[in-house]
């Protein structure tokens, strides 16, 4: 006889699909877009911001290890990533050509190929040589998004491979990734810092280190992918230069 009890408790237990994470993301994203261009007044947008990047680059990683076909996978992000330059230096240079930022797509392709490298290692079951490969592989990874001024620089490319390394629910992947991510946003990027008081006392909270209520949601996600269609994947990779196109647009026409 079945055990309906288990069933029972498993199915009422909430917990965050794909899809959802992926709207969630995008919301962030637009919310930090807005602040950045159109409502530079709203601090609390780009503060809530802050939670879209990690989500994105855990999505990415949960990405690669789910898709049955990593060229095709790096291949489609490779066409975003060209499609999305335009619009992007548009919103962030005022030109169509803004070599000194490139859009979030490449940093997430530049981590993805860089695990794709290391996942290759580590499937020889030469733990020596998976370790060299992927100590090269992060510092050169770090580099170059440094050096192309990627979105989020080298610590965007270093928050994809995060998720890589504790990749996993054990206890230790996700204290790997608090810690790991305090270590990126807080020591690494730093930035504005709010005082507040609390219980009297007086602290400093840095406005990057928000970033870590971005685990909330993604502990939450426990593999349901929930609503998938060719339609809305391909929504979710257009949003990103569709949304970009519209801000200009609306940017341009609010500044006559």
Not at 4 to 31: E, V
Request: hydrophobic share 55%.
């Amino acid at each position: 006889m079945p055990n309906n009890n288990i069933n029972l408790s498993t199915s009422k237990r909430f917990d965050i699909s794909t899809a959802t994470l992926h709207i969630l993301a995008m919301a962030l994203m637009l919310m930090d877009h807005l602040w950045a261009t159109l409502l530079p007044a709203q601090e609390w947008l780009t503060c809530v911001g802050r939670l879209a990047f990690p989500i994105f680059a855990f999505m990415a990683v949960e990405g690669y290890f789910h898709t049955h076909d990593f060229k095709k996978y790096a291949l489609r992000m490779l066409l975003f990533a060209v499609i999305s330059e335009i619009p992007f230096d548009f919103m962030y240079g005022g030109t169509w050509f803004y070599p000194v930022h490139q859009n979030v797509i490449w940093t997430l392709l530049l981590g993805l190929l860089g695990i794709n490298i290391m996942e290759t290692a580590r499937k020889k079951r030469k733990k020596w040589a998976f370790i060299l490969i992927s100590v090269i592989v992060v510092i050169v990874g770090a580099a170059l998004g440094t050096l192309c001024m990627l979105d989020y620089y080298g610590t965007g490319v270093l928050t994809i491979f995060i998720f890589y390394f504790f990749h996993g629910r054990k206890w230790w992947c996700l204290l790997g990734q608090l810690v790991a991510l305090y270590w990126v946003n807080v020591e690494l990027l730093g930035g504005l810092v709010y005082p507040i008081q609390l219980f009297g006392m007086e602290f400093e909270l840095c406005q990057q280190g928000l970033a870590l209520l971005s685990l909330i949601p993604i502990w939450l996600y426990r593999g349901r992918q929930g609503y998938h269609s060719k339609p809305f994947q391909y929504f979710c990779y257009a949003f990103y230069p569709v949304h970009m196109a519209i801000i200009v647009l609306v940017l341009n026409f609010v500044t006559r």
